[in-house]
C-alpha cells in the first residue's frame, strides 16, 4: 500500500517545496505546531474526505476543489509557451461541462445515491489528476471525441441555424431601436430623460451646497 502511494507523496513533498503563498503559511504553522507540512496536508485531505462522506455543504466544497484549482491551472497553462497543458485543462472543461449538463438532469436520481458528493469529488480529481491517462483523458477519448466526431456535422448545422436567428433577432431589435430613436416619441422621451437628469444633477448640487453652508456655521 505504502508503495503505491509513495509516488503521490513524492509530488506532494514536490509541491511543498515550491515557493508560494499556501507553503508560506505552512512554513509558519510548521515553525509553530512542529507538525510537518506532509502531515497538515494529508490530514486536510482526509478531513476533506470526512466532510464529503458527511454531506454538510459537501456540494460547495466539491465545486470549490473542481472548479477552482482547475481554473487556476488554466490560467497558468493560458500563460505559459507549452501547448500540453493547454489539451490537458482544455479536455478536464469539455468533461466537466458534459458532467454538470447530465448531473441537471439526472438530479433527482443522484440525490438519492449514498455520499453522491464525495462520489463526485473523487471522480473529478481523477479527471483532473496530473497523470497521462486522466479521468478527463479517458472519458474524453472513449466517449466524447467518437461522439462529437460521429455527430460534428448535425452539431455545426444546428448551432449556425442558432446563431443565424440569434443575429436576425438583434439586428430586427437594432433597426426597432433606431426608428423608435428617429420618432417623436422617443425624441421626446430623450429630451425628457435629458431634464430628468439636469434636474437631478441640480438637485444633488444644492444639497452639496447647504452642507458646505451647514459645516462653515
Known amino acids: 500500500m505504502s508503495a503505491a502511494l509513495a509516488p503521490y507523496i513524492e509530488k506532494i513533498d514536490a509541491a511543498l517545496a515550491e515557493k508560494n503563498v499556501i507553503t508560506d503559511y505552512l512554513n509558519i504553522a510548521e515553525a509553530?505546531?512542529?507538525?510537518?507540512?506532509?502531515?497538515?496536508?494529508?490530514?486536510a485531505i482526509a478531513l476533506t474526505f470526512v466532510w464529503m462522506a458527511i454531506g454538510?455543504?459537501?456540494s460547495l466544497l466539491c465545486s470549490v476543489v473542481c472548479f477552482v484549482y482547475p481554473a487556476y491551472k488554466s490560467f497558468k497553462a493560458v500563460e505559459s509557451p507549452q501547448g500540453d497543458d493547454?489539451?490537458?485543462?482544455?479536455?478536464?472543461?469539455?468533461?466537466?461541462?458534459?458532467?454538470n449538463i447530465l448531473e441537471y438532469f439526472?438530479?433527482?436520481?443522484?440525490?438519492?445515491?449514498?455520499?453522491y458528493q464525495l462520489l463526485k469529488c473523487l471522480f473529478l480529481l481523477w479527471c483532473m489528476w496530473p497523470i497521462p491517462n486522466n479521468g478527463a483523458t479517458v472519458v474524453y477519448k472513449k466517449i466524447l471525441r467518437p461522439f462529437l466526431l460521429k455527430n460534428e456535422e448535425k452539431i455545426d448545422a444546428k448551432l449556425d441555424k442558432v446563431t443565424?436567428?440569434?443575429?436576425?433577432?438583434?439586428?430586427?431589435?437594432?433597426?426597432?431601436?433606431?426608428?423608435?430613436a428617429d420618432s417623436s416619441a422617443g425624441q421626446m422621451l430623450?429630451?425628457?430623460?435629458?431634464v430628468a437628469a439636469e434636474?437631478?444633477?441640480?438637485?444633488?448640487?444644492?444639497?452639496?451646497?447647504e452642507d458646505d453652508k451647514d459645516k462653515e456655521i
Do not use: C, H
Not at 509553530?32 to 490530514?43: A, S
Not at 493547454?86 to 458532467?99: A, E, R
Not at 430623450?190 to 435629458?194: N, P, S, V, Y
Open 190 to 194: 430623450a429630451a425628457g430623460t435629458a
Open 106 to 115: 439526472a438530479d433527482l436520481i443522484l440525490f438519492w445515491i449514498p455520499m
Open 32 to 43: 509553530k505546531t512542529g507538525l510537518p507540512k506532509r502531515n497538515m496536508v494529508l490530514g
Open 164 to 180: 443565424g436567428k440569434v443575429t436576425k433577432y438583434v439586428d430586427d431589435a437594432k433597426r426597432e431601436a433606431a426608428d423608435f
Open 86 to 99: 493547454d489539451t490537458q485543462w482544455l479536455t478536464y472543461w469539455i468533461v466537466y461541462s458534459t458532467f
Open 56 to 58: 454538510v455543504g459537501s
Open 199 to 209: 434636474s437631478a444633477s441640480q438637485q444633488i448640487d444644492e444639497a452639496l451646497n
